[in-house]
C-alpha cells in the first residue's frame, strides 16, 4: 500500500509561513501527573502568546480523547497510541507555522522519546510539570485521585500506573515552588529567542 503513495511538496513552505508570521514554530510539550497544572500553565501560556500577535493553538486533552482519539484508553498499548496520534497532529500544527502548545500526561520515557521523534527534536520543547504526588492529590481537581483509591479507575497514573519523570527536560516547573503567573514568565523567558 504505502509504496503506491507519492508525496507532493508545496509551494507554500513552513518557512514561508514562519517568516510571514515572524516567529518560529515548534511543540512545547507540557508532561505530568494528573492534577501537576499542565493545562492551567498551558492555557496562560497560550493566552500570553496570543496577545503577543503569535500564532499559537492547544490540543486540548478532553478534545482529543472525545474526537480523533474516542475508544482508546489508559493501557500502555493505548496510552502510546493517544500520543503517537497527538504527535502526528502536533507535528502537522508545527508546520501550519503554529507554536503548538500540548499538554498530557505522557507518563513513559518511551511514550515521549516516541513523540519527540515524531516532532522532531529541534521543534520539541519538554515542559516538566513537577509536582509530588500527594500535592496532585491534595488538589484532587477532578475528584478522580478519591477515585483510583476507591479502585473505581484502574491504571490511573501514579497510583497503578507508573511516572516516569523526565530526567533533563528543557523547561522544570516544580508548582509547589512557584506560582502559575511565574511558570508562564519562566516558559515564555525561555523561548524568547524563538518568538
Ligand atoms: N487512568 C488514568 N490515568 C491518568 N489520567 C486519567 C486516567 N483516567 C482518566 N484520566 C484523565 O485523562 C487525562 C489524561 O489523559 P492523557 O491523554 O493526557 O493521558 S496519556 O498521556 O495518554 O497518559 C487526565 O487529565 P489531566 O488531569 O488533565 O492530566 C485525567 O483527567
Ligand atoms: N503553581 C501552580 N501551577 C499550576 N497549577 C497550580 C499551581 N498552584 C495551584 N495550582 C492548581 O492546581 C490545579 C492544576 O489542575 P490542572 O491544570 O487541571 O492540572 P493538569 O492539567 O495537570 O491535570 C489547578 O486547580 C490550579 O489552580
Not at 100 to 115: E, G, I, N
Request: charged share 30%; glycine share 6%.
Amino acid at each position: 500500500m504505502s509504496e503506491n503513495i507519492t508525496i507532493h511538496h508545496y509551494d507554500l513552505t513552513r518557512e514561508k509561513r514562519n517568516n510571514r508570521n515572524q516567529h518560529k514554530s515548534f511543540v512545547l510539550w507540557f508532561t505530568g501527573l494528573s492534577g501537576s497544572g499542565k493545562s492551567t500553565i498551558a492555557n496562560k501560556v497560550e493566552a500570553a502568546l496570543f496577545e503577543k500577535n503569535k500564532q499559537v493553538y492547544s490540543l486540548d486533552g478532553d478534545n482529543i480523547r472525545s474526537g480523533i482519539n474516542k475508544g482508546l484508553g489508559f493501557t500502555k498499548a493505548d496510552r502510546y497510541e493517544n500520543l503517537r496520534r497527538i504527535a502526528e497532529v502536533a507535528k502537522l500544527f508545527v508546520d501550519a507555522g503554529n507554536i503548538t502548545v500540548a499538554a498530557f500526561v505522557s507518563p513513559t520515557y518511551k511514550d515521549r522519546d516516541l513523540v519527540k521523534n515524531i516532532i522532531g527534536e529541534k521543534d520539541f520543547i519538554e515542559v516538566f510539570v513537577d509536582t509530588s504526588l500527594e500535592e496532585c492529590e491534595r488538589r484532587d481537581v477532578k475528584g478522580l485521585y478519591k477515585k483510583a483509591r476507591a479502585g473505581e479507575i484502574k491504571n490511573f497514573t501514579g497510583i497503578e500506573a507508573p511516572y516516569d519523570a523526565p530526567k533533563n527536560p528543557d523547561i522544570h516547573i516544580k508548582t509547589e515552588e512557584k506560582t502559575v503567573d511565574q511558570a508562564v514568565e519562566e516558559i515564555l523567558n525561555h523561548i524568547n529567542t524563538l518568538i
